[in-house]
């Protein structure tokens, strides 16, 4: 994890405790519809060997956005209307991820890039506005690092690309401290499916409860929503394989440049000061933004301050 990724972690569980299978099948219906938004679609389109899931609504200049784990397009669900006002928002679920196919291999982030670059040319676009939060953030990094061409402007939520800082990551913190535990838990191999299917729901209220500002934010029905998406032994390996996918991801980064496009980093009240000294050095042209009142969980803990920040960057 980057300086940015790790301090801003531990700063945010220090804030909160001072603040109190094989496969490469789609997702059942279920999963995919579970939940409708008023005004946007549900499409599915085949790129770079894999199905993607992604819902579209609203119009003008094309807006990707990006979830991160363990969420899906739904953690966008309060901002999507609002940015439709003024953008055609285009929401993916990623390789791996709720009605997206699953498959075993081709979660390092400049294969998910690759992904949306071509999901993004499927729809007629040769550019595109992208914003990402969580791993997302980090395939929205990697789209514009690899893709700078096609990409207009690009916002970073609360994470960067990984980086060999990630090594740094001690299991056991001292006093005060909070543990990253799940970056070591998701890079075991089968007994992550083994403990959380069917319970995912106890890991999910867990990091809400801990990396929120404001747990309640992330409401019941949203909650049900994650928990079902990741309740599969398929759905808990796919998004393990977003973190065993690390090694590649440093690698990778270690051959890119400075991203070129404008960039914004949005910012936890708990991270914005490692963002401010973090983007120097990974954008040329990058301005940082503290979302008050919100950890880790921006677009659902603030969605208010959020759609106003990216309207006005990507507007």
């Not at 309640?216 to 029905?221: K, L, T, V």
């Not at 394989?241 to 690390?246: L, V």
Request: no cysteine; hydrophobic share 40%; net charge neutral.
């Amino acid at each position: 994890m980057s300086e940015l990724n790790r301090r801003s972690m531990f700063a945010l569980g220090a804030g909160i405790a001072a603040m109190g299978a094989a496969g490469t099948g789609v997702a059942s219906a279920g999963t995919d519809h579970e939940a409708d938004l008023p005004g946007f679609k549900h499409n599915y389109a085949q790129v770079n060997g894999v199905r993607l899931h992604y819902v579209s609504g609203g119009r003008g200049e094309p807006l990707v956005l990006l979830p991160g784990w363990p969420q899906t397009w739904w953690e966008y669900h309060k901002i999507m209307p609002a940015l439709a006002t003024k953008f055609r928002v285009i929401v993916v679920d990623l390789r791996g991820m709720g009605g997206s196919s699953k498959p075993l291999a081709g979660y390092d982030k400049k294969t998910m890039a690759a992904d949306v670059h071509e999901l993004v040319r499927k729809l007629g676009y040769s550019s595109v506005n992208i914003a990402g939060h969580d791993i997302g953030s980090q395939v929205a990094f990697s789209f514009a690092a690899n893709f700078p061409s096609a990409t207009r402007k690009v916002a970073l939520m609360d994470v960067l690309h990984p980086d060999e800082g990630y090594y740094q990551i001690p299991l056991l913190p001292p006093p005060g401290g909070f543990s990253l535990w799940w970056f070591a838990f998701n890079q075991v191999q089968t007994l992550p499916e083994q403990l959380l299917t069917g319970r995912f729901r106890y890991l999910l209220d867990y990091l809400f409860s801990n990396t929120a500002a404001n747990p309640a934010a992330i409401d019941e029905r949203s909650r049900q929503i994650y928990a079902r998406a990741y309740n599969s032994p398929d759905a808990i390996r796919a998004g393990n394989g977003w973190y065993q996918s690390f090694h590649q991801d440093i690698a990778d980064g270690k051959t890119y440049a400075k991203l070129t496009p404008p960039v914004l980093g949005l910012a936890s009240m708990f991270s914005y000061q490692d963002m401010v000294a973090a983007l120097p050095k990974v954008a040329v042209d990058g301005k940082a933004v503290m979302v008050e009142g919100s950890g880790h969980w921006l677009s659902e803990e603030q969605p208010d301050a959020v759609a106003r920040e990216l309207a006005q960057f990507f507007g």
